[in-house]
């Protein structure tokens, strides 16, 4: 499975709007955002010590999914994404 493929099936597991997990061993604060009618999506997050950051795109093509992270690296947000896990 490629990094995008990763990436779309964890988003999908995700709720929508702002909320809270945890992910690295850290609290973080999310947003998932739908846009286009569901092929794009933006993810932003932001660990609540202040020590991290993680944002990205995800675009949904008849291709198959293209991942863009912003200023990071993919396995960086594929490993965020594949940990986090959203709180109750």
Same mark, same amino acid.
């Given at each position: ?6 990436? /779309? ?6 709720? =929508? ?12 604060? %999310? ?7 569901? /092929?794009?999506?933006?993810? !932003? /997050? ?7 950051? %993680? ?7 008849? /291709?198959? @999914? ?10 960086? %947000? !594929?490993?965020?994404?594949?940990? =986090? !896990? @959203?709180?109750?």
């Amino acid at each position: 499975m490629t990094q995008a493929a990763e990436a /779309a099936a964890a988003l999908e597991a995700l709720p =929508l709007g702002t909320f809270r997990g945890r992910s690295g061993g850290k609290d973080w604060l %999310v947003s998932r955002t739908l846009h286009a009618g569901g /092929a794009s999506e933006k993810l !932003v /997050a932001h660990a609540l010590d202040g020590s991290d950051y %993680v944002s990205l795109n995800l675009y949904r093509l008849d /291709a198959g @999914p293209r991942l863009r992270p912003c200023e990071m690296s993919a396995a960086k %947000v !594929v490993a965020f994404l594949l940990n =986090l !896990v @959203p709180a109750p």
